[in-house]
């Protein structure tokens, strides 16, 4: 959201904070039922401003007003002197992410380093 938004002060949003509040939302968490589960709300009593497919898009309809982002953390960097904050919610939305790649396609370097890593990742929390 926006430094100047009367949120901004928060420490985390719950579902009564954005209640009526346009929101701008993407494409995959409404489509899997997250926001308005979390919410309580079915999907056409939100008020949905916009939706995204990239969160760093969504970032300009926030600027220019329209509403509060809803995304995960640590997708696009907020500098402290910027004009963005991210708040997390509570309680917490937890999803699951998948990472699809053709298995027997050539990666470039950079790929196959971060696959890799994602491997050792995934494996370390099961």
């Not at 579902?15 to 701008?24: F, N």
């Not at 329209?66 to 500098?79: F, H, M, Y």
Request: aromatic share 8%; net charge neutral.
């Amino acid at each position: 959201m926006r430094k100047d938004s009367d949120l901004a002060a928060l420490s985390s949003v719950t579902p009564r904070d954005l209640e009526g509040r346009p929101l701008i939302c993407s494409e995959q968490s409404l489509f899997k039922g997250l926001i308005s589960s979390w919410m309580g709300a079915s999907p056409e009593k939100l008020n949905i401003a916009a939706t995204y497919n990239l969160l760093y898009n969504a970032t300009h309809f926030v600027r220019a007003g329209l509403g509060c982002a809803i995304s995960l953390d640590r997708l696009i960097n907020l500098s402290e002197d910027g004009d963005l904050r991210f708040i997390p919610l509570s309680p917490a939305i937890e999803t699951r992410l998948d990472v699809v790649y053709k298995k027997y396609r050539p990666m470039t370097d950079q790929a196959s380093v971060f696959a890799e890593y994602l491997k050792k990742y995934c494996d370390r929390d099961r």
